[in-house]
């Protein structure tokens, strides 16, 4: 089985050679500041994200990081992935959760896309975060 997944994982990383390109944003809002930062998000292949977003009015923020795998298929993208999650209110719960999902990106045009996604972490994957107000 050991051997089973060497070889998958090596397969994934022959296939994702194609370059990835790396993407920054920053937003600085009333109440708010958001960071973020992915590479190869937008790409077949492995991919890799970060975020950081904080509520300036009260304190709460919360914080991640997460990879995962995109397939193409035609003008439609597909990803599935898992990410680690600080999550810290102002009241309430401070804790972790390991969430896992995935997601899908339809290309309408060269210049408009419909992107969804969905991610879970059940109580086994996470260390009882229940309250987050």
């Known amino acids: 089985m050991r051997k089973l997944n ?6 994934l990383t022959a296939v994702s050679g ?5 993407g920054f944003t920053v937003e600085q809002g009333k109440n708010f500041t958001n960071l973020n930062m992915e590479m190869g998000k937008s790409s ?3 991919y890799a994200e970060s975020h950081w977003l904080k509520n ?3 304190g709460s ?3 991640g990081v997460g990879a995962g795998y995109n397939l193409e298929v035609g003008p439609v993208m597909l990803n599935a992935g898992a990410k680690a999650i600080y ?3 102002k009241k309430g719960d401070n804790g972790v959760a390991f969430p896992v999902g995935g997601g899908v990106n339809v290309a309408l045009t060269d210049s408009i896309h419909v992107f969804g996604e969905g991610y879970v972490a059940p ?3 996470n260390n009882s975060v229940k309250k987050l107000c």
Do not use: E, Y
Request: proline residues 4%.
């Open 6 to 11: 060497i070889l998958i994982l090596a397969a």
């Open 56 to 58: 300036t009015d009260d």
């Open 87 to 89: 999550l810290g209110p």
């Open 61 to 63: 923020q919360t914080g």
């Open 123 to 125: 109580d086994g994957l």
């Open 18 to 22: 194609s370059a990835m390109a790396v």
């Open 44 to 46: 077949s292949g492995l």
